[in-house]
């Protein structure tokens, strides 16, 4: 049942990608903690590279032009370090920083260099050692330093209810949603899914999460600039909010909210994603994975033992009743209609 679903949700992106006519799409993968989502993104990725490296082809006549990234975030304000920042306020307008004699941008939220964002120009052939087809993008990068919420005013429910919207550097989020939404709508010239030309797409590289440091780590996660297919996973990309929920309408302006039946999830035995219908113009899709409770509260609690946030399951499991499991319920009472729904897959490596 698993590998079929991978395989199946493979597919589906490769059909999405030949009918959206364009070089590039993305898919926001979303779902409460423990169902699953860096498991399926990377399955799916990892599917896809394969097929591409066994049957993409690269056409080195052929050169895509991905527009001027390094300017199109040009609206922000300027980088002055000596300016105060609320470290609170969700919706904080990031700055913008450009250095210009090493074409390179670098966009600063909440975080300030932990979290910052950096745009780079590059041109490469997706057949080089850098080049990747298909790729995942993590959301935990983004999360909040811890040297920032000790400042919170109430720091200790900060650190407590870590991995909260709240805890996050949301406004760079919905920004680097915003600036990826510029590379979907480059045409691929006729390129057949699975292959590859040369691109000047700048490669973009955001933070990624240190699991054993307990922090992101700065540009730890390049995303890049020959990349076809990019797999965004996280919690609260859907999150109907005033801040969060800029990003789903980034891509669908008129996308409406829709609260998932989990009364329902536990009575589905498997998925059928081959048979949902795959939409045509669109370069993106919205994918949510569907955990019941009992489930969350299991596989979270493990996680937070072997993670080392508790010495016991007991205690990994109160954790969870305070703060995964409301930000779970949450995720799926307040989020964005998906545009296929997955029934979270039992496989000991999902930790996400």
Same mark, same amino acid.
């Given at each position: 049942?698993?590998?079929?679903?991978?395989?199946?949700?493979?597919?589906?992106?490769?059909?999405?990608?030949?009918?959206?006519?364009?070089?590039?799409?993305?898919?926001?993968?979303?779902?409460?903690?423990?169902?699953?989502?860096?498991?399926?993104?990377?399955?799916?990725?990892?599917?896809?590279?394969?097929?591409?490296?066994?049957?993409? *082809?690269?056409?080195?006549?052929?050169?895509?032009?991905?527009?001027?990234?390094?300017?199109? =975030?040009?609206?922000?304000?300027?980088?002055? !370090?000596?300016?105060?920042?609320?470290?609170?306020?969700? +919706?904080?307008?990031?700055?913008?920083?450009?250095?210009?004699?090493?074409?390179?941008?670098?966009?600063?939220?909440?975080?300030?260099?932990?979290?910052?964002?950096?745009?780079?120009?590059?041109?490469?052939?997706?057949? =080089?050692?850098?080049?990747?087809?298909?790729?995942? @993008?993590?959301?935990?990068?983004?999360?909040?330093?811890?040297?920032?919420?000790?400042?919170?005013?109430?720091?200790?429910?900060?650190?407590?209810?870590?991995?909260?919207?709240?805890?996050?550097?949301?406004?760079?989020?919905?920004?680097? #949603?915003?600036?990826? =939404?510029?590379?979907?709508?480059? =045409?691929?010239?006729?390129?057949? !899914?699975?292959?590859?030309?040369?691109?000047?797409?700048?490669?973009?590289?955001?933070?990624?999460?240190?699991?054993?440091?307990?922090?992101?780590?700065?540009?730890?996660?390049?995303?890049?600039?020959?990349?076809?297919?990019? @797999?965004?996973?996280?919690?609260?990309?859907?999150?109907?909010? !005033?801040?969060?929920?800029?990003?789903?309408?980034?891509?669908?302006?008129?996308?409406?909210?829709?609260?998932?039946?989990?009364?329902?999830?536990?009575?589905?035995?498997?998925?059928?994603?081959?048979?949902?219908? #795959?939409?045509?113009? *669109? +370069?993106?899709?919205?994918?949510? @994975?569907?955990?019941?409770?009992?489930?969350?509260?299991?596989?979270?609690?493990?996680?937070?033992?072997?993670?080392?946030?508790? *010495?016991?399951?007991?205690?990994?499991?109160?954790?969870?009743?305070?703060?995964?499991?409301?930000?779970?319920?949450?995720?799926?009472?307040?989020?964005?209609?998906?545009?296929?729904?997955?029934?979270?897959?039992?496989?000991?490596?999902?930790?996400?």
């Amino acid at each position: 049942m698993m590998d079929s679903t991978y395989r199946d949700l493979a597919t589906r992106t490769l059909s999405l990608l030949k009918q959206s006519g364009e070089y590039r799409i993305i898919i926001l993968l979303v779902g409460a903690p423990g169902s699953g989502k860096s498991t399926i993104a990377q399955r799916v990725v990892d599917i896809l590279n394969e097929q591409h490296s066994t049957l993409g *082809k690269h056409h080195s006549e052929k050169h895509i032009t991905g527009g001027d990234l390094l300017h199109s =975030n040009d609206d922000l304000p300027k980088y002055d !370090p000596s300016t105060p920042i609320d470290i609170e306020d969700d +919706n904080y307008t990031p700055t913008i920083d450009h250095d210009t004699s090493s074409s390179r941008t670098i966009i600063r939220g909440r975080g300030g260099d932990d979290t910052a964002i950096k745009i780079e120009s590059s041109c490469i052939s997706s057949h =080089n050692k850098d080049s990747t087809f298909a790729q995942v @993008i993590p959301m935990d990068g983004f999360h909040l330093p811890r040297s920032i919420l000790t400042q919170f005013k109430d720091s200790t429910t900060a650190i407590l209810r870590r991995g909260s919207p709240f805890t996050f550097d949301s406004s760079l989020v919905v920004r680097l #949603v915003s600036t990826l =939404n510029d590379t979907l709508h480059v =045409n691929a010239q006729g390129l057949e !899914p699975l292959d590859t030309c040369t691109t000047d797409i700048p490669d973009i590289y955001i933070p990624s999460f240190d699991h054993a440091e307990h922090d992101p780590k700065q540009y730890g996660t390049k995303i890049h600039g020959s990349a076809r297919v990019l @797999i965004m996973e996280g919690l609260y990309l859907l999150l109907d909010d !005033p801040v969060w929920g800029k990003i789903a309408r980034c891509l669908e302006p008129s996308v409406e909210r829709e609260e998932v039946d989990m009364a329902q999830v536990s009575r589905i035995k498997e998925n059928n994603v081959g048979e949902i219908p #795959v939409p045509n113009g *669109k +370069n993106h899709e919205f994918w949510k @994975i569907l955990i019941d409770d009992s489930k969350m509260l299991q596989r979270v609690g493990k996680r937070h033992v072997k993670a080392g946030i508790v *010495k016991t399951l007991e205690e990994g499991e109160e954790r969870v009743k305070v703060n995964d499991l409301p930000n779970g319920k949450r995720v799926y009472r307040e989020s964005f209609r998906g545009d296929i729904d997955i029934v979270s897959i039992d496989d000991q490596k999902e930790t996400n």
